[in-house]
């Protein structure tokens, strides 16, 4: 059984930063995805980021471009710098099986299967 088990988080003001981890186990597939996602009250999930186990190239919503970096080692990480009120909300690690290895990783959240808890990041004003 796949599991997720996202850390970090918080609150923090405008233009701090903040770091977000997620453990992941029971993994037996060659290649698959892991991305972020986030959602705020009222809002629908949106991707964040994601990147292949085999360290493909990585993929940024544009409203993250430049101050989110996703990596991933023996975690899967998500530095986040110079948040912004608007990137508070919920958010979500998630894994899908992919064919795939040196492809993007879409942002289609349909496709992936397993996903973490949700760790809660507060940005104010």
């Known amino acids: 059984e796949v599991q997720l088990v996202e850390s970090g988080g918080g609150s923090v003001q405008a233009g701090g930063s903040l770091r977000l981890s997620c453990a992941v186990s029971?993994?037996?597939?060659?290649?698959?995805?892991m991305a972020w996602f986030r959602q705020a009250p009222g809002k629908e999930r949106e991707a964040v980021a994601s990147?292949?186990?085999?360290?493909g190239p990585r993929l940024y919503a544009d409203s993250v471009k430049g101050r989110f970096t996703i990596s991933k080692d023996n975690t899967l990480t998500l530095q986040m710098n110079s948040l912004k009120p608007e990137d508070s909300g919920t958010y979500f690690c998630?894994?899908?099986?992919?064919?795939?290895?040196?492809?993007?990783?879409?942002?289609?959240?349909?496709?992936?299967?397993?996903w973490g808890q949700g760790a809660q990041v507060t940005v104010s004003p």
């Open positions: 998630a894994v899908r099986r992919t064919m795939n290895g040196r492809g993007y990783c879409s942002f289609e959240s349909f496709m992936y299967t397993s």
């Open positions: 029971g993994i037996f597939w060659t290649y698959y995805c």
């Open positions: 990147l292949s186990n085999s360290n």
